[in-house]
């Protein structure tokens, strides 16, 4: 990795969509990077960790994760691990019609799923349907149905994501999508609700049983994860990230981040960066 205090942007080639069933980075990959596009990955052996957002997850045969646009990604081995990896542009992304299934992309839960073993062969033979389309004619629209597919089976997997209508994955979207806008300027409840013309109590009903988290706590792990990616980028002091985050000043950023994480902002720098660093 570049001897670089900040976090690499990894990009795509141009292509709005790639696959491979190698070890493949889809252009300059470092250990530690902010991908610029929706990953996929399915990984066909087992090894040690990897870091999603600093986070740590174990790289297990046949489990798959699913990482959104912009997420921080590490995988601390020299050699990578064996994985189907199916990555695409945010065009490709919005082209997904179902929201429920955008919506598995979502940065609040990490967690892995884990493919069922009599869905192995049956998922592997939709995977390579998928490579073999992307190597050949590529077409984007037979691409978006067989992806599509793939992720209603990844939906049918999760067991810690529940069905619900799609309007209700819609208003989550939506919800996710305000967040991202306005979470630096916007703590209240109320506001967001209010946007999706809901009262704070049923947006959070629907919340806690979509995510387990109230639209406040969505907020509070939107902001940690921006703090971390600041931290470790380097360029800006705490008081500049705490500004730049919405916080009245420095010391309520220290107090909301050493409560939420156990640490201060200075020793996550401090331990996660040179770690990360040298990965």
Not at 18 to 33: N, Y
Request: charged share 20%; glycine share 4%; net charge neutral.
């Amino acid at each position: 990795m570049k001897n670089s205090s900040d976090i690499p942007l990894h990009t795509l080639p141009e292509l709005p969509f790639l696959a491979s069933d190698q070890r493949t980075a889809f252009g300059e990959h470092w250990s530690s990077h902010r991908i610029d596009f929706y990953a996929v990955i399915w990984f066909t052996e087992d090894a040690d960790v990897h870091f999603i957002d600093f986070e740590p997850y174990p790289v297990r045969k046949h489990t798959i994760y699913l990482l959104g646009q912009h997420q921080v990604h590490a995988i601390p081995a020299e050699v990578r691990p064996k994985a189907n990896i199916i990555v695409f542009s945010a065009a490709f992304f919005h082209r997904i019609e179902e929201p429920f299934l955008r919506q598995l992309f979502l940065p609040f839960d990490n967690r892995g799923i884990i493919v069922p073993p009599d869905m192995c062969v049956p998922l592997t033979h939709l995977f390579n349907l998928i490579v073999l389309e992307n190597n050949g004619v590529s077409d984007l629209t037979l691409l978006l149905k067989y992806t599509t597919a793939f992720l209603w089976h990844l939906y049918r997997f999760a067991s810690h994501q529940l069905s619900y209508t799609a309007g209700e994955d819609s208003r989550i979207s939506k919800l996710y999508a305000l967040l991202q806008t306005h979470f630096t300027e916007e703590r209240s409840a109320g506001f967001y609700a209010q946007q999706l013309g809901l009262t704070t109590k049923r947006i959070n009903e629907i919340l806690r049983g979509k995510t387990g988290m109230t639209i406040s706590q969505l907020l509070y792990q939107l902001l940690l994860i921006e703090a971390k990616r600041a931290l470790f980028h380097g360029e800006m002091s705490v008081k500049e990230i705490a500004y730049q985050l919405g916080f009245a000043d420095q010391s309520y950023f220290a107090r909301f981040f050493k409560k939420h994480t156990g640490i201060t902002p200075e020793q996550f720098r401090e331990k996660e960066s040179p770690r990360l660093q040298t990965l």
